[in-house]
């Protein structure tokens, strides 16, 4: 143990003195151009590195996954760089273009990261439901030995809703092979955290049916409270404010003596207790804290892999722990001065030209070596898997009905994958923040079934109540039914997303939720693509479709936040036959890992993959008898194609993006009467158009003149003098860039103020993008002559 704890604490020190140097490096030593201060957060980092140390070195075994705090990530690149996963010239480059990343990043950094962090709160809720995706792969007899699932937890961190959210749903679910490590070094960002808060976790998480392991003294401190006088010293360390435990962790030894005799007083045990120990003995005391105490922390570690239930550990550090500037409530953002590192490069006894060098200032190195090298977590190098791909079928079969929606499509779709054999239908994995059935779920989880551990009967169906649903929960179960929390829905889908690479088993995840609130949980949306987590969003009923429900149930910003977020695909279709080729497009899509390379065809980077969102609707509209041949078919992948191709003397073209396509063709049928020569555009994907023409620019623009992206093709054989109308239920900037191809005058029609209620015929009255907003628009805007037709008034 003596040895062990020994190699510990030496590492302990390299973690802190390397993580300390790479950001005294990049805010002093580095040229800085552009005077913008780098930043990188040693005191946060200070305050984990005995636990990061004691875990990466010690505890965790090689199926264990770990979501760094933010900002402790220079102590995970330090880590990483120990063992030889990191190289110097990245932790050079820290923070800088192409360098060790601000946060841990999983598509970014070099350094095996598990599970990006950077948004607070996020990677915390991300192991745990990693765990919950965990229990479905073994519990269809897939995948290894199942690891833990660790979160390493600023205490401000806490403050974040979505990890309550997630601990909640955890609960539900029965959550099991997680810890969550909580540093409670008892200071924010701009201040220093309310007395008692540790109380408030461990009853939250107590009730959440968590252990708490509280670490809060050291073993310097639990043998100085078996000292004569040492439970007077504990009860002052117990009701000691948080600002002054900090103020007094920067002021040092003396300080330390001085506060502890006026506020204990002269009395002989703890006043004997306090005389004998030096300043510096005494400051080392009262900071020797459960976080920074190795034999305290391998003693919670070890015994906790017993537990059957999750793990909370509260475990009390300093913020900036081994630094000048410990304690201090302004160090968050602080940076060590060069005089500061250079007092601790004494303190560590690092050589001048050393500060690189892995086991610099180490006593015996080779020893070190070798305690490295038997770290159990890093016998495994490659921890992120590589599953086999998925064969999707040929064709995803659907009925089309003379009038449907295309949320019911989406359903039918889906219900016939669930009468399908095969590993396809296996694979799929469903889920919903409670509204499965309206968003046309239903008939697939008949079918599939609800996950759960354990087998739970529908009592509706056992009582023989009639009921549509026969829901029945089990380990066969291929749905994941979520409460109302959009934030768990995105980082469900993320882990979902992710089995591939964390538990080598590919799942093919599809979540369903209302397209408004897709806002509600953005920021795990994006975290979710940030950390290139592969399904499929089908966000319905979107735009005004629910008319009588008025504003707060009708989306505008959806099809540009499609547009905008990297890593998603977004589609919108109007008919039921482009959603099944989508679908089954969405389905291949999701599993790619090719280059990171435009293709030369469309200039789209469909080699590397995505996650896709549809944007469905509820409303109901005629479907067209037709059938599409391959290349026809990749048009609508593409991101359109023409319903009506134009003339050579077009004087107008209508582009139309989902459920407003009856408009679109009834305008352009009573335009046509006039101008025969009028097109029609079917928008299929507005997100992919806009990329590939964006691309294919670019590569103009360095010497690839031959470029050319789908949308240049379509438009190509336009006159200059047409004009172009463009119409969606959504904000209209969404298709007004179609001008711009070729500088074609355009009019874009959509939806951009909070919706009224009434009918859909009402709104799209209101909203001019009705068949009349159409013919008005076009009207105005036409460049040639003036353009008659029948005036509607229904």
Known sequence: MNNRIANLEALEKRILWLSSWMIHHANHLRPNDDGLKVGGHQASSASLSTIMSALYFDILEPEDRVAVKPHASPNFHAIQYIVGNQTREKLEAFRSYKGAQSYPSRTKDIDDVDFSTGSVGLGVAQTLFSSLVQDYVQAKGWGGKPGRMVALVGDAEMDEGNIFEALLEGWKHGLKNTWWIVDYNRQSLDAVIREGLWQKFETIFRNFGWDVVILKHGHLMKHAFSEPGGEKLRAWIDNCPNQLYSALSFQGGAAWRKRLLDDIGDQKDVTALIERRSDKDLARLMTNLGGHDLPALIEAFDAAKTHRRPVCFLAYTIKGFGLPLAGHKDNHAGIMTPAQIESLRAEMNIDQGAEWERFAGVEDEDALRSFVKRAPFFRRRDRQHHAPLIEVPSELKIAIPAIASTQQGFGQIMHEIAKSEGDFADRVVTTSPDVTVSTNLGAWVNRRGLFAREKMGDLFRKERIPSTYT???????????????????????????????????????????????????????????????????????????????????????????????????????????????????????????????????????????????????????????????????????DGGYWWRKPGPNAELVIAYTGAVAPEAIAATGLLAEDRRDIGLLAVTSADRLNAGWTAAQQARERGRLGAMSHIERLLADLPRQCTIVTVLDGHPATLAWLGGVYGHRTRALGVEHFGQTGTIADLYRHYGIDTQGILAAAEANSLGRPIRYLRHTG
């Open 471 to 637: 829901w029945e929960h089990s380990p066969r179960g291929q749905h994941f039914e979520l409460g109302i929390a959009e934030m768990n829905l995105f980082t469900m889908l993320s882990a979902l997303g992710l089995s591939h690479s964390i538990n080598a088993e590919r799942l093919l995840p599809v979540g369903t939720l209302y397209d408004p609130f897709i806002e509600r949980g953005l920021d795990a949306l994006n975290y979710a693509c940030y950390q290139d987590a592969r399904f499929i969003l089908a966000a319905t009923p979107s735009g005004v479709t629910l008319a009588p429900e008025g504003g707060a149930h009708q989306s505008i910003a959806t099809p540009l936040i499609g547009m905008a977020q990297d890593g998603l695909a977004s589609f919108e279709p109007a008919h039921l036959d482009e959603m099944a080729i989508i679908m089954r497009f969405a389905f291949e899509y999701i599993q790619r890992s090719g280059p990171d390379e435009a293709d030369d065809g469309t200039w789209l980077r469909d080699a590397k993959g995505g996650a896709v969102y549809l944007r469905l609707s509820t409303r109901q509209i005629e479907q067209p008898n037709r059938t599409f041949d391959a290349a026809a078919a990749k048009r609508i992948i």
